[in-house]
């Protein structure tokens, strides 16, 4: 199922709407996108976040940027678009892949308004990709979970649901597709510091569901598997490389320790289109590096008469230093599974499975 409101990228022909994500769940506003310049902004923002969505986001980011040049630019402006949008985030893969997938569909095509018909309809068949691997990937998690059970205690982390997608969810669609099967879920959503997708985006999607959900710190995980028997962690991810090594938003890693420690099995919710099979490790992964104020200060939480939650938003010293990588890598040994829209694997099996889709 997925609810209407949770369309978060909405093509409209002329232009682009976005579920602004930086103030949910206080406000649902749509921005209003007409350039690729706001798209990148968006983008870079995180008013948009979740690397499917973004790679969807920048497919249509490239269309409003063909049709701006149709009739006033030359050909040649081509590789700087298509770099100015690459280089918008640079941890998940999906964003390069539809970037090199729109260079190859125009290959040979110099006119600006065919261009803008080959990205604007590369971009709605991405919307549709997207929503049917995320329902088949959600499907093919259930085998997963015992079958004679009749309710599942489950922690994710950051936001993987129908606002980091086109609109279903990986992880959560995991989560979703349990329920649709009649059986009773409680998520335990990680705050997921500092950008706080747990507490704000993935909490809010669950409640809109009534799905019983309750949000932990991220230091809580190691207290909750002690205490309570906890079936499973699901993520999602940004990249996996080759030796199934897995970027995801920062926090992941600790996750995965602590679910090993424990026992709890630990799930990697991964389309096609997250594996990169060019990196043999996690090493090579380009993690990126956020503003220090994110950490710093609460300024993006501000309550309706637009004062701060805190002074001046800050939650440190002022002058304090911080330091702001959005993601880490986890350990493939960590990996119990990858669930994906083709099937449960194995980190050993990923080259394997990735040849025959
Ligand atoms: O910085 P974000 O919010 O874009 O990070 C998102 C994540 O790390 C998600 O877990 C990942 O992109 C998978 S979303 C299906």
Redesign the pocket.
């Known amino acids: 199922m997925t609810h209407p409101e949770f369309l978060p990228i909405q093509w409209k022909s002329t232009h682009l709407e976005l579920l602004d ?1 930086r103030i949910l769940p206080g406000k649902k506003e749509f921005l209003k996108i007409v350039s690729v310049e706001e798209t990148i902004l968006a983008i870079r923002e ?1 008013a ?7 790679a969807i986001t920048g497919v249509f980011g490239l269309t409003l940027g063909a049709k701006s040049r149709v009739g006033v630019a030359s050909s040649k402006d081509i590789d700087s678009l298509l770099t100015s949008v690459l280089e918008s ?1 640079p ?2 893969v ?1 964003l390069s892949y539809a970037i090199r997938e729109a260079k190859n569909r125009i290959q040979g095509i110099t006119d600006w308004s065919l261009i803008t018909e080959v990205w604007e309809s590369y971009g709605k068949e991405m919307v549709k990709l997207d929503l049917s691997a ?1 329902r088949a990937l959600g499907e093919n998690g259930l085998s997963l979970f015992p079958k004679d059970q009749s309710e599942y205690h489950i922690i994710t ?5 129908a606002l ?2 086109a609109g279903h ?5 995991v989560i979703r597709s349990l329920r649709d099967a009649g059986k009773k879920v409680i998520v335990y959503a990680d705050e ?1 510091r500092p ?1 706080l ?1 747990g507490s704000r ?1 993935t909490a809010f999607e669950m409640m809109e569901e009534g799905i019983e959900c309750y949000i932990i710190t991220d230091g809580m995980s190691g207290w909750l598997m002690n205490h309570r028997k906890i079936d499973a962690v699901l ?4 990249r996996v490389a080759a030796n199934g090594d897995t ?4 926090g ?1 890693y600790n996750l995965g320790i602590v679910a090993k420690e424990h026992g709890v099995p630990f799930y990697v ?3 096609k289109d ?1 594996f990169d099979l060019n990196l043999k490790t996690g090493d090579e992964i380009p993690i ?1 590096m ?1 503003k220090e104020s994110e950490v710093t200060q609460f300024d993006f939480l501000k309550t309706e008469d637009g004062k701060f939650l805190f002074p001046e938003g800050k939650t440190s010293p002022i002058g304090a230093r911080a330091l702001n990588p ?2 880490d890598v986890t350990k493939a040994h960590l990996i119990k599974n990858f669930i994906t829209e083709f099937g449960c694997f194995v980190p050993e099996e990923i080259s394997v499975r990735l040849k025959n889709v």
């Open positions: 994500q995180m948009v976040r979740g690397a499917p969505a973004i985030r941890t998940a999906n995320n982390h950051c936001n993987t649901g980091a997608t969810g990986t992880a959560l669609g997921t950008f997708q985006l993520v999602g991810c940004d970027a995801n938003k920062i992941t919710c991964a389309t997250s990126e956020r959005s993601f």
